[in-house]
């Protein structure tokens, strides 16, 4: 779904100005590439949340509820915990080479 579309189906005005980040440095401190259409959204209308169920992080406000980089390591730490814990990691995911990052959730 487009930026655009997502303010149609959001009944929010666009475009907003929240301004930008710089997403060389957020790459860098999460070691990972942020997709293109994300970095669009953020840019467009900021981390918060839809209908209070939808939660959009995004990598500004660090400690704000909607904190892309403290989401990241908490979940990270979460996901380790339950793993070494005997919780059964999905067959898609590689321990030593892949991460997963929530840039959102519900």
Same mark, same amino acid.
């Given at each position: 779904? +487009? /930026?655009? $579309?997502?303010? *149609?189906?959001?009944?929010? @005005?666009?475009? #907003?100005?929240?301004?930008?980040?710089?997403?060389? +440095? /957020?790459? $860098?401190?999460? *070691?990972?590439?942020?997709? @293109?259409?994300? #970095?669009?959204?953020?840019?467009?209308?900021?981390?918060?949340?839809?209908?209070?169920?939808?939660?959009?992080?995004?990598?500004?406000?660090?400690?704000?509820?909607?904190?892309?980089?403290?989401?990241?390591?908490?979940?990270?730490?979460?996901?380790?915990?339950?793993?070494?814990?005997?919780?059964?990691?999905?067959?898609?995911?590689?321990?030593?080479?892949?991460?997963?990052?929530?840039?959102?959730?519900?």
């Amino acid at each position: 779904m +487009s /930026v655009p $579309e997502l303010a *149609r189906w959001a009944n929010v @005005s666009y475009p #907003q100005a929240p301004g930008e980040v710089d997403w060389s +440095s /957020v790459s $860098e401190e999460l *070691r990972a590439l942020i997709p @293109s259409d994300y #970095q669009e959204m953020i840019d467009t209308f900021g981390g918060g949340s839809f209908d209070r169920h939808i939660w959009i992080h995004s990598p500004r406000g660090r400690g704000d509820p909607y904190d892309l980089v403290s989401a990241v390591i908490e979940r990270e730490m979460a996901l380790e915990l339950l793993w070494d814990a005997g919780e059964e990691v999905p067959a898609a995911i590689d321990r030593e080479n892949d991460r997963l990052i929530a840039c959102k959730h519900w």
